[in-house]
Nanobody
Framework: QVQLVESGGGLVQQGDSLRLSCAAS????????VAWFRQAPGKEREFVCQ????????TCADSVRGRFALFRDNRRNIVYLQLNSLKPEDTAIYYC????????????????WGRGTQVTVSS
């Protein structure tokens, strides 16, 4: 089973950028589709971006499209989420996840999860 550890979160101001990292161990990421989700207090876990199994297709939610980007480095076994033009409504715990499916957009379709990293955006 693959283990995932997120890092890179923090407290930033509106309009700032952050780069989140998700380091994998135990298995190579090239065997999985990968995704980032987020969960704000009192809300359900929300899909952010995913990259398919072959690594040649990325999809992001409408709420972050054009501001966030997912990159994967299979050689280093790390997945990144670049967050630009951050807004207060982006405040959440951000989780990375992997699935053996070719692609997936729903949380229950993902097999392994990290523990998350907190992103807080002040106005």
């Amino acid at each position: 089973q693959v283990q995932l550890v997120e890092s890179g979160g923090g407290l930033v101001q509106q309009g700032d950028s952050l780069r989140l990292s998700c380091a994998a161990s135990g298995r190579t990421l090239s065997n999985y589709a990968v995704a980032w989700f987020r969960q704000a207090p009192g809300k359900e876990r929300e899909f952010v971006c995913q990259n398919n199994y072959s690594g040649d297709g990325t999809t992001c939610a409408d709420s972050v499209r054009g501001r966030f980007a997912l990159f994967r480095d299979n050689r280093r076994n790390i997945v990144y989420l670049q967050l630009n033009s951050l807004k207060p409504e982006d405040t959440a715990i951000y989780y990375c996840a992997v699935t053996s499916r070719y692609f997936a957009f729903r949380a229950h379709e993902y097999d392994s999860w990290g523990r998350g990293t907190q992103v807080t955006v002040s106005s």
